[in-house]
């Protein structure tokens, strides 16, 4: 994702409104590898601004979204979640605390047999890997 005051500038250059609201977002984004919700960004953004509201986190996310500079992502975790990482890479997901990781692979060399195509042309591909966080595993294992 761009920094904070490049997000601002390419706002105003698609004829969007530019808050002080959505700048603090742009910040809370920022590096954030946490694959925030909406709500735990704005869990974040009332503290600073408490009026803020949960449709102006969800609008703002999907602007971003919609200009390709955070991905949505459904990991099935209950809540959709936002990456800002935008490199390509694939995702670690706790089932039971629903940690989000990033995961890098190289997956260039995978094939789609033609046959199960069936004239469909594959484009990106998305894998997610599903198990235990280190911490859940240990507390699995007291149990």
Do not use: W
């Not at 890479?89 to 089932?95: D, G, K, N, R």
């Amino acid at each position: 994702m761009r920094s904070p005051e490049e997000l601002v500038k390419s706002f105003r250059e698609h004829g969007l409104k530019v808050t002080p609201q959505r700048e603090r977002i742009f910040r809370i984004l920022q590096a954030n590898e946490s694959h925030p919700t909406a709500e735990s960004v704005h869990a974040e953004l009332v503290r600073e601004m408490p009026s803020v509201s949960l449709k102006t986190v969800y609008q703002t996310l999907h602007e971003l979204a919609d200009m390709g500079e955070i991905s949505s992502l459904d990991l099935g975790t209950g809540s959709s979640r936002f990456d800002p990482n935008q490199s390509t890479h694939h995702h670690l997901v706790c089932t039971r605390c629903h940690l989000v990781r990033d995961l890098y692979l190289d997956i260039d060399d995978v094939m789609i047999p033609k046959e199960q195509l069936q004239g469909f042309k594959a484009g990106t591909a998305e894998i997610t890997f599903r198990g235990l966080c280190a911490k859940c595993l240990v507390e699995v294992s007291e149990d």
